[in-house]
């Protein structure tokens, strides 16, 4: 009788503490996910895409279509998330022109600076400069574009788009983007910024693809560009 008097009288008390412990726990819980929300970390994420996709045409057709146009000069601005500003050419060696590039035997290479105004939802309106470098042959383009220097949200931007000539004449299209920008993401929140930049890095790539194939197909019949 004297124990279980005991037990009844403690079991009040320990149902106290156990409330209590409870209470400060969502509290604690409370004041760290307001911390988290309230005091957003800046969380630099860098994330890589690379596809590749094949255009139904000859190489030749489609290296002349690119080099006529101007394309593989300005490929960057077909992912859709930069405005095309400004831009600034060299030849490199020998003061090749471009036209002579339709003798085979020629080489080309470009290299210069790109103005563009940005439209990334997280890197915002601002203007950036690109160096670009292209190489053309009669088996290949390759463009290869970098940021020149960090701006407030991107800190680094490196795309390589590769045309070449596969073995049955057709066009391979190997395509490699990588950004890092800088976010504005609680602690807990750094998984969900990955996958939105990567995201958007695959939806650059795929409207560049986009791009290249409407130039190819717009031009395809157009004979001043495709004269020998």
Request: net charge negative; charged share 25%.
């Amino acid at each position: 009788m004297g124990s279980t008097a005991v037990d009844s009288a403690t079991r009040p008390r320990y149902s106290r503490w156990l409330l209590a412990i409870a209470v400060c726990g969502l509290l604690v819980v409370g004041v760290l996910v307001v911390a988290g929300v309230t005091m957003r970390g800046e969380y630099p994420t860098t994330q890589t895409v690379e596809r590749s996709f094949v255009i139904d045409e000859d190489f030749t057709k489609v290296r002349k279509i690119l080099v006529r146009t101007d394309a593989a000069k300005q490929i960057v601005t077909m992912t859709g998330d930069s405005e095309f500003i400004d831009q600034q050419w060299n030849t490199i060696g020998a003061g090749l022109e471009v036209e002579r590039l339709l003798d085979l035997k020629w080489q080309l290479g470009l290299e210069g600076t790109l103005q563009v105004r940005t439209k990334d939802p997280y890197v915002g309106e601002q203007e950036i400069t690109l160096r670009q470098t292209v190489h053309i042959d009669p088996d290949q383009i390759l463009s290869d574009v970098t940021l020149t220097k960090p701006s407030l949200r991107l800190r680094q931007y490196a795309m390589v788009t590769h045309f070449q000539r596969q073995a049955d004449g057709k066009t391979l299209v190997h395509q490699q983007l990588t950004q890092e920008i800088l976010t504005d993401a609680p602690w807990f929140a750094h998984g969900i910024a990955d996958r939105r930049v990567y995201a958007s890095a695959e939806q650059a790539l795929e409207n560049q693809e986009a791009a290249i194939r409407q130039i190819v197909a717009e031009n395809r019949e157009q004979r001043w560009l495709l004269l020998e």
